[in-house]
């Protein structure tokens, strides 16, 4: 079941944007794992018979996006940018660091259920590569120091 | 306060500061282009804009004006017309819309306030890739604002003209930056691409009529209507191609950045006047002219125009302006694997050559970088260069992703042979 508060925020996204039901299918994935932190099955049936579309077809819209988790996730996540401008100017050395810090791999999540760490795609911060994004915040001029510093904030 | 003509695109950025609100951004000169479009014709403009000869700052390079004119316009035309602004700025070492959007969001709600009225819009979608968090939310105060004022709604100013913009956030996914792609994704359908014709003027969102430009594109179109087409073409360097362009430089360079230079700038300007030339004292190895989908070139394209017509001319694409630049202690191999990595994991699978082929040849490059490689594996990657080729794919993102391997395979050959050869990368 859709929470009152998962449903509410849908109608008001299908309100602001008209069109049919199912083009507000992406934002409805992410309103979902905003308050759950992943798109369980359970979610994406409800999701279907929400917003008239089969099951299926909401499976291919969760599964076809990187940033919608269809499996759960810690409470942060790391999204290490891997193309090539991070890629030259030290992206393995943050990967490494991080792995060894963490204990995981990519795609993995830490046994305190705190960090998932993920590669992205170019995180259009190139002029400070290498970069990072944790949640929703950008973070440049990474250096295995910095990485540290930064991972205390997310508790 | 007076315009600065040098760089009209970012007059009104100042990195570090919250971009202008709608009263100071008005203060500066802003939607005086929309009130004085709004006098005019939607042809005229169109005329205007195809003068000025603004071309697709996304990548592809074609005339603005051109584009613009495929629509169907007048009574007859079938309705609602829509505006789709790409702002997926998903291709790798490009960071030329952020700057824009988060910089001056107002600019760009102007452009596209002007641009619909130009085709007869009455649905303009910004398509934003969601790890823009600041862009989106910097984007949805100023289209606030601008409905608040008027600017947007049932009647633009009291013209009659009425626009409505809408923000659509995507959730991760380069294939969304094709056009058709994005129009499937705003239907809320996965994004593959779509077999035209019909072209998207006839048949887009919805299967209405609908003309999709990059941010950068439209940032330019307040200022050709307020200044006209001779100021802009004036502003280039380029034999042909109009206006200003953000440039940028990546890599192993002393100051990576943006800049707005006149179009037709060299690469020798950019790389070793703006960006401060390579770090550490080393030399330039190559340099990608235009983002992730165009051919490497070298030292000997150092003072190649970087504008369209200039870098096709010397064998690769302008694509987006910003540059990538190696040294001569980073592995071309490398990061031609980043690359391919890339566009291998971002490949929508629709259709074979990239679904396939692409893993293909990111696995290959990745054994050549571990020393795994063997005899026969450069021959893999040229049969794929090769092969890979406009009409044998739906889209452009395999065929893109060809380019820059094929120019690291034209001018780096030795160094993918001595991975074969040493079974190691010699660049560790």
Redesign the interface.
């Known amino acids: 079941m859709l929470s009152e508060r998962e449903r509410l925020e849908i109608e008001a996204e299908l309100a602001r944007h008209g069109g049919d039901r199912r083009s507000a299918v992406t934002e409805a994935l992410v309103i979902v794992q905003r308050h759950r932190g992943w798109v369980p099955d359970e979610a994406v049936a409800d999701l279907a018979d929400f917003l008239k579309m089969s099951p299926d077809e909401v499976d291919g819209i969760a599964t076809f996006y990187s940033l919608i988790y269809r499996r759960p996730v810690g409470r942060h996540v790391i999204l290490v940018c891997d193309s090539v401008s991070c890629w030259i100017m030290g992206y393995r050395t943050i990967r490494e660091h991080l792995g060894k810090r963490l204990g995981i791999a990519l795609g993995e999540t830490t046994a305190d259920g705190r960090f998932t760490l993920l590669p992205v795609a170019c995180l259009g911060a190139c002029e400070q590569a290498p970069a990072m994004m944790v949640d929703e915040d950008l973070h440049g001029t990474l250096t295995a120091e910095k990485v540290d510093e930064i991972l205390e904030r997310y508790l | 306060m007076r315009r600065t003509m040098e760089r009209p695109l970012t007059q009104n950025i100042v990195p570090g500061r919250e971009p202008l609100s709608l009263g100071e951004y008005e203060k500066a000169g802003g939607y005086e282009a929309l009130r004085k479009a709004l006098r005019e014709t939607p042809a005229e403009i169109r005329a205007e804009v195809t003068k000025a000869n603004l071309l697709g700052r996304g990548g592809a390079g074609f005339s603005a004006g051109r584009k613009w004119s495929h629509m169907p316009t007048g009574a007859e035309a079938r309705g609602p017309r829509y505006l789709v602004v790409n702002a997926d700025?998903?291709?790798?070492?490009?960071?030329k819309?952020?700057l824009l959007m988060e910089g001056d969001p107002h600019q760009l709600i102007e452009a596209i306030i002007i641009s619909s009225y130009a085709i007869d819009a009455s649905?303009a979608y910004i398509f934003v890739r969601?790890?823009?968090?600041l862009s989106a939310r910097r984007l949805e105060k100023a289209a606030a604002e601008a409905y608040a004022a008027g600017y947007l709604g049932k009647s633009v100013l009291g013209s009659g003209y009425g626009l409505?913009v809408?923000i659509?956030?995507?959730?991760?996914?380069?294939m969304c930056g094709e056009a058709a792609g994005m129009l499937n994704?705003?239907?809320?359908?996965?994004?593959i691409p779509r077999s035209r014709p019909p072209h998207m003027a006839q048949v887009g969102l919805?299967g209405k009529p609908t003309l999709v430009n990059n941010v950068e594109t439209l940032a330019n179109v307040p200022h050709i209507v307020l200044h006209g087409w001779e100021w802009f073409r004036g502003l280039s360097r380029s034999a042909e191609e109009g206006g200003t362009k953000i440039y940028?430089a990546?890599?192993?360079v002393k100051r990576?950045?943006?800049w707005e230079l006149p179009m037709g700038t060299t690469a020798r300007e950019i790389i070793e006047g703006q960006a401060g030339g390579i770090a550490d004292g080393r030399a330039l190895k190559g340099f990608?002219p235009g983002g992730?989908s165009s051919e490497f070139l070298t030292e000997k394209h150092l003072d190649v125009k970087m504008d369209f017509a200039s870098v096709r001319a010397a064998g690769s694409h302008f694509g987006t302006g910003?540059l990538?630049v190696?040294d001569d202690r980073?592995c071309p191999v490398?990061?031609c694997y980043?690359?391919e990595?890339?566009f291998s994991?971002?490949s929508?699978g629709w259709c074979t050559p990239c679904r396939e082929g692409l893993p293909w040849v990111a696995r290959t490059l990745e054994a050549l970088e571990e020393g795994r490689g063997e005899a026969g594996d450069l021959e893999v990657l040229d049969e794929h260069v090769r092969d890979i080729q406009p009409d044998h794919t739906f889209c452009d993102l395999a065929t893109g992703a060809m380019l820059s391997l094929g120019g690291a395979l034209k001018y780096f050959r030795e160094d993918f042979e001595r991975h074969v050869r040493e079974k190691r990368c010699p660049y560790e």
């Open positions: 700025e998903m291709e790798p070492a490009t960071m819309d952020r649905v969601r790890e823009y968090h409505d809408r659509h956030r995507s959730a991760g996914r380069y994704a705003i239907e809320g359908k996965r994004a919805w940028g990546s890599g192993r990576p950045g943006l990608l992730a910003t990538v190696l980073t490398g990061a980043s690359l990595l890339f994991r971002e929508c």
